[in-house]
């Protein structure tokens, strides 16, 4: 079993390779540390440019509705609540221009899903791994916010707390 495995990785990453060398994508070990590509290794394909930008895109999507909980808190679960209460201003804004980038990413992968075209799924494929570091660092910055967020708020919670 193990040895199919590696065979599906070898061949997984030959193809990437290919692709890699067409297009002048990332290297393969960026690609999967980033967005775990090394997933497709089973999957027989004839479109793995397609297959790539939507395990980009699924990233994509999580890291968009986390920060839709805090943009639109309504119906978020409690967790979320008690950190919008906590952010400033400039945290929201932050959100909201990673929310905006996140979103135009959104709408350019519906588009490639709806009209598959491998010169453009790896011109996404390059745009968004180079978006994605400075996203990832933004999204860094947030969450060093929440966290410091929610650490004051236990913190009160264990001073108010009377036994």
């Known amino acids: 079993m193990k040895e199919e495995c590696c065979l599906?990785?070898?061949?997984?990453?030959?193809?990437?390779?290919?692709?890699?060398?067409?297009?002048?994508?990332?290297?393969?070990?960026?690609?999967n540390y980033e967005f775990e590509i090394e997933k497709l290794q089973d999957k027989e394909t004839e479109t793995l440019a397609r297959e790539i930008r939507r395990l980009m895109s699924e990233k994509n999507t999580y890291y968009l509705k986390f920060i839709e909980m805090f943009l639109n808190p309504g119906a978020a679960p409690m967790f979320f609540l008690v950190l919008v209460k906590n952010m400033n201003h400039?945290?929201?804004?932050?959100?909201?221009?990673?929310?905006?980038?996140?979103?135009?990413?959104?709408?350019?992968?519906?588009?490639?899903?709806?009209?598959?075209?491998?010169?453009?799924?790896?011109?996404?494929?390059?745009?968004?791994?180079k978006e994605w570091q400075e996203i990832k660092e933004k999204f860094g910055e947030v969450l060093k916010v929440l966290e410091e967020s929610w650490e004051r708020k236990s913190e009160q919670k264990e001073k108010g707390y009377l036994g």
Do not use: C, T
């Not at 990413?105 to 494929?125: G, R, T, Y």
């Open 90 to 129: 400039v945290e929201k804004k932050l959100l909201e221009d990673l929310y905006n980038k996140l979103g135009r990413n959104e709408i350019l992968s519906l588009k490639l899903d709806n009209k598959h075209d491998e010169k453009k799924e790896a011109e996404f494929i390059k745009k968004f791994y």
């Open 8 to 31: 599906g990785l070898k061949r997984l990453k030959k193809e990437y390779e290919q692709l890699k060398d067409k297009y002048s994508l990332p290297d393969f070990q960026e690609m």
